[in-house]
């Protein structure tokens, strides 16, 4: 079901509520109203698209819960203790959520409702102000991911083509649930990349099918595993369900169109398979073993291209981020990325001095060794010549006998 079936539903319940007193339904319906026309004027748009209808829908469940927490009482009459009262509850765990817990989107009640046109409409802006005196929107933000570890472990948990595709582009792209099955055929496109010489995808993310945070952009696949499955699925076909002639449910294969969707499902059947995935894998949350949603797995696709060097830039560019975007720092802050970079600049920093060393000592001995090369060369030359000159005082000393022989027979013949 589409979010403007589900919102224009809700919103008639909730307005036809008889448990809910007049004066408070007049406000909600005043504020859909006000609502409406905003996201309209704000966002360019002749009408209401599904993102706005998506963001209308958010606010159901949050007047049901406040309107009880108030017990039922009109807003204008609420008291700054009435207000603060809650306010301290929600923060020290008092009122719980229905699996008994303490309210995760507190901020999300405090921003929408309490210090927003809800309780402004009922003229108790300043009332708020002063009751919520202690709330500051400057928060931490939440690390919470899904290690590549086990992402890989719930893998071994599905079974039909189109869950492996979803899976593995949530991994890939990134991209919100929402987003990725609203994705058709004419959304992808085959290609050889220039670059690294391997095949992939171009997937096209229309803004219409985003957060209106995002940007809308193409984006190449990275894994092989996305192009390997998303090939197979386009191979397979799509199911269809048709009707034979006893009346009888059946299916059939039939390729694909252009405009078709390639998931089958949307949502709510997301949800249920991802849980059924989790719950068979026994997967935790990394770092507090927390029960892993779908957006999950866009953050811990993040952390893994981080282990693998890629810059905080090109991470938030894929995730449809700004080049500046914040969102990334808790996870690099966690995850201690720049310090582990740092510690590898002092690393290679230290192991360049070693090696200018070790090259200043081999440079040192070889120098020694040509020194050491040249004194041996002059003591064998010394040792040659001091031959030679030995040879020739030995034959200047045969001479020089000789004469002395001659000059005695000389002597004697005289004589």
């Known amino acids: 079901m589409s979010f403007e079936k589900r919102y224009k539903k809700a919103k008639t319940e909730l307005l036809n509520d008889n448990s809910i ?39 159901i469940n949050k007047f049901k819960n406040v309107n009880k927490w108030f017990k039922n009482k009109a807003w204008n009459k609420l008291t700054e203790e009435e207000i603060k009262q809650v306010y301290n509850d929600l923060e020290d765990g008092k009122i719980k959520n229905r699996s008994g817990k ?11 409702v309490f210090k927003s046109k809800p309780f402004k409409l009922a003229g108790l802006g300043e009332v708020v102000e002063n009751a919520l005196e202690f709330f500051t929107d400057k928060r931490k933000k939440q690390v919470r991911f899904i290690s590549e570890e086990n992402f890989k472990r719930m893998l071994n948990f599905l079974h039909k083509p189109q869950h492996f595709v979803l899976f593995w582009l949530a991994w890939d792209i990134g991209e919100n649930i929402t987003a990725l099955l609203e994705l058709k055929v004419k959304h992808f496109k085959r290609q050889l990349n220039r670059d690294t010489k391997q095949e992939e995808y171009l997937i096209y993310l229309p803004q219409e099918n985003l957060k209106r945070s995002r940007q809308t952009r193409s984006e190449p696949t990275i894994y092989s595993e996305t192009l390997r499955y998303l090939d197979a699925l386009f191979k397979y076909g799509k199911e269809v369900e048709y009707r034979d002639e006893k009346g009888k449910f059946r299916r059939k294969i039939i390729p694909f169109k252009n405009d078709d969707f390639i998931f089958s499902f949307k949502y709510r059947q997301a949800l249920q398979i991802f849980d059924s995935v989790v719950k068979r894998a026994g997967v935790k949350c990394e770092p507090n073993d927390e029960k892993p949603s779908w957006k999950d797995l866009r953050s811990g696709m993040a952390c893994y291209l981080f282990a693998q060097g890629w810059h905080v830039e090109d991470i938030n560019l894929r995730l449809g981020h700004s080049p500046q975007s914040k969102w990334l720092e808790a996870y690099i802050n966690y995850l201690a990325i720049n310090r582990k970079r740092a510690k590898k600049i002092h690393y290679n920093n230290n ?20 020194r050491m090369e040249r004194t041996k060369e002059n003591i064998e030359k010394q040792k040659r010549e001091l031959n ?27 004589e």
């Open 102 to 112: 303490r309210f995760i989107d507190r901020r999300g009640y405090y921003n929408k």
């Open 21 to 59: 007193i007049k004066y408070n339904k007049d406000l909600f319906k005043k504020f859909f109203e006000w609502e409406e026309e905003k996201l309209k004027r704000q966002n360019d748009l002749p009408k209401i698209d599904e993102s706005s209808y998506k963001t209308l829908y958010g606010y």
């Open 388 to 414: 030679l000159l030995k040879d020739s005082i030995k034959k200047l000393l045969q001479v020089a006998g000789k004469n002395n022989l001659l000059n005695k027979e000389v002597v004697v013949k005289i």
């Open 351 to 370: 192991l360049e001095d070693v090696k200018n060393e070790l090259e200043e000592s081999k440079q040192r001995e070889k120098l020694v060794g040509q």
